[in-house]
């Protein structure tokens, strides 16, 4: 490689590693704000007013689920597997709603301790397979 | 091929060829996903939208690599083609990652319930997507051709950070998109006959975009080239 | 598998977002090449001019 060539080889070089830097820089500095949601471990130990809009996010614990059969209230709980969060929702679930699913919802933290949600979104998982395959995989648990 | 006229002499003899395999290979991939892959235990059939989506968000990402290593060819060696190549591939790159984006959101809906949030693969996507419209947008104001490239070149290079930050976003972050089903250290959670279908349609996308590539580049060295002497032999026009 | 009219189109009510899914993107294929077509035929216009 002629000098002239090696020249521009480390002037790109270097321009990649700042490039690099100042990425890396500005998603450190950004980490906790660009997380979606808390866990209930972390709204337990936070100081949140009752009016500032937040989202909670965590699996929604088994057999937690209540819907009031005349209303579209529902109350259900979402773990972290430390601490739970019991929210209040009233309105339509969407499909992938389920127990011991994802879920992420928004809305206020009451000071009785529990959360009152005003959007219940579904978090669904990276897994893939046909009806009869979860079925085998069930019975083998 | 690194010289404009053999390019083009060369690119003519395939274009037929790829044009047949890759449209020919998008097909089957997308048949066999929409119609003959099975049905998903809990999304339904809602997840079919994945054959589409997945290949666009990797296409998306991969063409901006490929221009970023174009760039850093036409930085050091200033090998006019790969200028013209980082030019052309640029608008495809743009649609990709602009159909990963309405695809993801209407796949959305259904699913989680939202069209849109604000979570960190899905805002860095965005951000990807304006790093394209700003490459494009840059060679375009700038009048000579050469410095467009080298302009150009440089930013897709200091553009190329963006694409750790999307890889790992599901990973550094809590965010409502589901974190990655392949990945190198385990074997992917997916069955196989949804995969096999998957891995067709990226082989298709990624043919398509060589195809679409060819066609641009093939245009670019014409309209930059017309005044040589093998594009006024090519064409006839000897006055 | 799918079979018939309503499993492959209607999806249990997701259909409709599927096959937009799949329209819009034969949409952005079909308008890549029509664009480049459309610059090929000007460029050889111009070319014919000179």
């Known amino acids: 490689m002629n000098p002239i060539r090696k020249q521009r080889l480390y002037a790109l070089i270097a321009v990649l590693i700042g490039s690099l830097v ?60 430390q601490n739970d969060l019991e929210i209040n929702y009233e309105g339509i679930l969407p499909d992938l709603f389920a127990e011991n699913a994802g879920v992420v919802v928004r809305g206020n933290l009451k000071k009785d301790g529990t959360f009152k949600a005003i959007e219940v979104l579904a978090k669904h998982d990276e897994n893939y397979m046909p009806p009869e395959v979860a079925k085998l995989i069930n019975e083998d648990l | 091929m690194g010289s404009p006229p053999l390019f083009y002499k060369w690119s003519s003899k395939i274009l037929p060829w790829l044009s047949i395999v890759s449209i020919l290979i998008l097909g089957v991939g997308l048949y066999w996903g929409m119609f003959y892959a099975p049905t998903d235990y809990k999304q339904g059939d809602v997840y079919r939208i994945l054959f589409i989506h997945v290949p666009s968000a990797i296409l998306g990402q991969s063409i901006f690599m490929f221009m970023a290593i174009c760039g850093f060819i036409n930085m050091i060696w200033r090998a006019k083609i790969s200028g013209m190549m980082l030019k052309s591939a640029a608008p495809i790159g743009a649609s990709f990652t602009l159909l990963a984006l309405v695809t993801g959101s209407i796949w959305g809906k259904p699913t989680w319930g939202t069209w849109w949030v604000w979570d960190a693969r899905l805002t860095s996507t965005l951000i990807l997507f304006f790093i394209y419209a700003a490459l494009i947008g840059l060679h375009s104001t700038i009048e000579d051709k050469t410095k467009a490239d080298r302009a150009v070149s440089i930013l897709s290079i200091v553009g190329i950070a963006i694409i750790p930050v999307i890889k790992k976003s599901v990973d550094w972050w809590q965010t409502l998109h589901q974190p990655s089903t392949f990945t190198i250290t385990s074997s992917p959670s997916m069955s196989p006959d949804m995969y096999q279908p998957l891995l067709i349609c990226v082989i298709g996308f990624y043919l398509f975009f060589a195809l679409l590539l060819t066609l641009n580049l093939r245009n670019e060295v014409l309209e930059r080239e017309k005044n040589k002497n093998w594009v006024r032999q090519l064409f006839g026009g000897l006055s | 598998m799918l079979n018939g009219f309503d499993e492959v189109f209607i999806m249990d009510g997701n259909g409709p977002y599927v096959w937009s899914c799949l329209v819009i993107f034969i949409l952005i294929l079909v308008l890549n090449i029509f664009t480049a077509l459309k610059r090929k035929n000007k460029i050889l216009k111009s070319l014919k001019k000179l």
């Open chain 1, 22 to 81: 100042a990425t890396w820089l500005v998603v450190s500095a950004l980490s906790e704000n660009m997380n979606l949601f808390y866990s209930p471990t972390e709204i337990k130990d936070a100081k949140v007013d009752e009016v500032t809009l937040i989202r909670a996010g965590g699996m929604v614990k088994e057999d937690s689920i209540i819907k009031d059969t005349r209303t579209l209230n529902v109350t259900f709980t979402v773990t972290d597997y």
